[in-house]
């Protein structure tokens, strides 16, 4: 997660100390985006201390009820540490502050069918967990938000490729489809494993009530993909883990290879706000293209190949 806030030995002393810890040294943890986060090396252990940059205080107790939800329901994520005798986040410089026990194990960028198969059921499991009343009911990049894209006349060709994406998901995505608590950016470095044994999935930044079935393809998306080519047989290995713990409605099947459509086309918009609306002028500018080549590759697929492949062992 990037530093967007810079912290002292001095300031992670008096944030820790609501938490009756001792910190021996602390490093920086990079990478992501949102987040200021600090590896903490305590006598009790290792944390991870983030200050929430871009979160209200009340969407970051919204984050932190969540996370002490999924473990009542033992379900495997980060593990928030309560402050004492305070409410469940505190601020500190005026921004939420949260305190999540350090997860060993590491992110794999290419994950084997087996290690697929573990993730599937893990995220079968999540979506039986019940959704609380707080969680949005939309996506935070879902169609909803194109418009922030489109008719910008930043990039005609791309806007207007992004409005057929729209046109075509909103008239092909039943809206009776199963929804529930869903993770939202199952990427490969969303998800923590050890010696190929799965341990976590951690950043539920993107968590709402959503689509199952979009959660599935977005964890086609994150986990299934080489060289901008989502490989079926890999969507296969996660699909038929997922199956193991919870059977998807013919429906859902149906349009699975639309929601990976619609998880590359969401992220590629994503992308391209970022990079061109929010903050223009970094190294990014150009990233939102390969997202876009994955949602036209996926919608090449023929839906009779897409569901022979995916969901081979049924036929």
């Avoid at 019940?130 to 938000?145: C, E, I, S, T, W």
């Avoid at 038929?240 to 969401?266: D, H, M, N, P």
Wanted: hydrophobic share 40%; net charge negative.
């Amino acid at each position: 997660m990037a530093r967007y806030t810079q912290l002292h030995q001095s300031d992670i002393q008096k944030i820790t100390a609501d938490y009756n810890l001792v910190v021996t040294r602390f490093e920086v943890i990079d990478g992501g985006a949102g987040n200021s986060s600090y590896l903490l090396h305590t006598g009790n252990g290792k944390y991870v201390l983030t200050v929430c940059d871009d979160k209200s205080l009340s969407d970051a107790a919204n984050m932190g009820h969540l996370l002490l939800l999924l473990k009542t329901h033992n379900f495997p994520a980060t593990r928030l540490l309560p402050p004492i005798n305070q409410p469940v986040i505190t601020k500190y410089r005026n921004k939420p502050v949260m305190l999540k026990a350090y997860v060993n194990g590491q992110v794999c960028e290419n994950l084997d069918d087996d290690m697929l198969h573990q993730v599937g059921m893990e995220m079968a499991r999540l979506h039986e967990v019940p959704a609380p009343d707080f969680l949005p009911d939309k996506h935070a990049y879902g169609l909803q938000v194109f418009s922030n894209v489109i008719g910008r006349n930043i990039n005609t060709e791309y806007e207007s490729w992004l409005a057929k994406q729209h046109d075509y998901l909103k008239q092909n995505i039943l809206s009776s489809l199963p929804c529930g608590l869903i993770h939202g950016d199952l990427f490969y470095d969303n998800v923590i494993f050890e010696e190929k044994k799965f341990r976590a999935i951690i950043d539920f930044e993107e968590a709402c009530h959503y689509y199952k079935a979009f959660d599935l393809g977005m964890g086609i998306l994150g986990l299934c993909v080489e060289n901008a080519t989502v490989v079926l047989d890999k969507a296969h290995a996660l699909v038929s883990g997922y199956q193991q713990v919870r059977k998807l409605e013919q429906t859902e099947k149906e349009t699975l290879q639309i929601f990976v459509q619609y998880a590359a086309a969401a992220t590629s918009c994503w992308r391209f706000w970022k990079y061109h609306i929010d903050t223009p002028g970094t190294d990014n500018v150009n990233k939102h293209w390969q997202m876009m080549q994955i949602a036209e590759d996926v919608s090449n697929i023929s839906k009779t190949r897409f569901l022979e492949a995916v969901f081979e062992s049924e036929k």
